[in-house]
């Protein structure tokens, strides 16, 4: 009896030993990841919802793009209100033809609801080729879209 709960000691510390260094891995790989996380390449050659080693990458990844895309789609509002004047009727075709960054009428029609519509900056009127058209009633969005 003597002998058999002296080898469940053994055992037990031996379990217990290998449990800490598996555990001390574990956090050395954590650790490696999360000073890996922000640094992730830009690669458009790899298709990001193939190629994804762990999802802290992918949500790093993404948050930057999401940044980097809200930028530029203030840029380019702020951009096509400089060219409309107050009171000026224009289209989504307009938005496309008049600025280079805005190449669909998805992308322009996004610039109107997220930031024209919702700073209650613009005014719909009647339909123009089929597609609304839109007046500024007045630019105070301008500034509150920083640079």
């Given amino acids: 009896m003597q002998q058999q709960e002296n080898d469940a000691q053994l055992a037990l510390k031996e379990v217990e ?3 800490e260094q598996k555990e ?3 956090k050395e790989g954590k650790a490696e990841l999360e000073a890996f996380c922000p640094s992730v390449p830009d690669n458009p050659k790899m298709d990001r919802f193939c190629w994804d080693a762990d999802w802290r990458i992918k949500q790093a990844r993404d948050r930057r793009e999401r940044a980097e895309y809200q930028q530029k789609m203030r840029r380019l509002a702020k951009e096509f209100a400089q060219t409309v004047e107050v009171g000026e009727e224009f289209g989504i075709r307009d938005m ?5 960054g805005i190449d669909s009428v998805s992308t322009a029609s996004i610039i109107v609801q997220k930031y ?3 700073t209650h900056s613009v005014k719909r009127v009647a339909p123009l080729y089929n597609l609304p058209a839109y007046v500024f009633t007045d630019k105070r969005f301008m500034d509150l879209l920083d640079d």
């Fill in 96 to 100: 496309v033809d008049a600025v280079d």
């Fill in 116 to 118: 024209y519509d919702k």
């Fill in 24 to 26: 001390a891995t574990w």
């Fill in 17 to 19: 030993a290998n449990f």
